[in-house]
């Protein structure tokens, strides 16, 4: 993994009030890329990526622990990072809830960003109402079901960690929703066969980092959507206005609630974030790894328009 740009070098950062633990791969004068994980991933979930803007003369640098708390909070230990690293303007790619986490740091401190790419969620502006409320009496959806403290960790115990894992990387239907009386995780199924784009050494490594940490920190963040709500009034109707690059797979589970395809191809998107190029590629929710090589390719030739600036 990653020869091409030298090996994953592992610290930690005490910021913002926390150790932090970041991944690194590539020279530390390169420009440099910060990658934002989603759920339940790790920074393993770049390992690609990593290698290929390593290769490149990036510096790729990837937070590797579990998501907490609010999207402020979020932000605020990204920002704490680049300060600590003393890197005032970088450039960002966020997957999943890592790019929500990498929109909203467009939306808080678009002096810090260069430019960023966001695969699989785009950018969802502040609603009328918290999310718990938009969903009222949708109690099979997960993000509903990850709301009550302990219910979904209780259930998720009923398996071994890398089953639970599984069962999400393996998603291929259209709703995240279970029947009435039944828990997302059960009703989610496994793969039987090893996934195409991960093999089960890998599996292994985020099974053991989860046994470790336990899944808690990444569902807080879905437990605090209705305070990220609350929390993000004072930037209600707000543009992003740092360039973008939305990617998605044509069969993405994302795509398929709340209308978030038709958001997308609209043209809505692009009305809060001007300036976007938005590329649809083959594949389901994974990108990164399933479609590692494309992906690699849409982040390395639109960061190529951006490293001609002062790093």
Not at 26 to 44: K, M, T, Y
Not at 109 to 135: N, Q
Not at 271 to 276: H, K, Y
Request: hydrophobic residues 45%; glycine residues 8%; proline residues 6%.
């Amino acid at each position: 993994m990653g020869s091409a740009g030298g090996e994953v070098r592992h610290w930690n950062a005490d910021v913002n009030g926390i150790s932090l633990h970041v991944a690194e791969q590539g020279p530390v004068d390169g420009p440099a890329v910060i990658l934002l994980h989603g759920f339940p991933e790790l920074w393993l979930s770049w390992r690609h990526q990593m290698a290929a803007l390593a290769g490149r003369g990036f510096r790729a640098i990837a937070p590797a622990d579990a998501a907490a708390y609010t999207v402020l909070h979020l932000v605020g230990d990204v920002v704490a990072l680049l300060n600590h690293l003393r890197l005032p303007k970088v450039l960002v790619v966020g997957h999943d809830l890592g790019a929500q986490v990498a929109w909203h740091m467009c939306l808080f401190r678009p002096d810090m960003v260069r430019a960023v790419v966001a695969i699989g969620v785009p950018f969802f502006p502040r609603g009328p109402k918290p999310m718990t409320e938009a969903l009222a009496g949708r109690d099979g959806f997960y993000i509903m079901q990850f709301q009550e403290p302990g219910r979904a960790e209780r259930t998720f115990a009923r398996y071994d960690v890398a089953t639970v894992l599984k069962k999400f990387y393996s998603i291929e239907i259209d709703d995240l929703t279970a029947p009435p009386g039944v828990e997302i995780i059960d009703f989610l199924e496994a793969r039987p066969s090893p996934l195409p784009w991960m093999t089960e050494e890998e599996l292994g490594q985020y099974a053991e980092k989860f046994q470790k940490s336990g899944f808690t920190g990444p569902i807080n963040y879905y437990r605090m959507f209705d305070t990220s709500w609350r929390l993000t009034a004072p930037w209600q109707d707000a543009k992003i206005t740092v360039p973008a690059k939305f990617i998605y797979g044509n069969k993405d589970i994302g795509l398929k609630s709340f209308g978030t395809e038709q958001f997308v191809k609209s043209g809505a998107l692009k009305s809060f974030v001007p300036n976007l190029e938005v590329v649809i590629i083959e594949g389901h929710h994974c990108l990164q790894q399933e479609q590692a090589e494309r992906v690699n390719s849409e982040i390395l030739s639109y960061f190529d328009k951006f490293t001609g600036e002062n790093t």
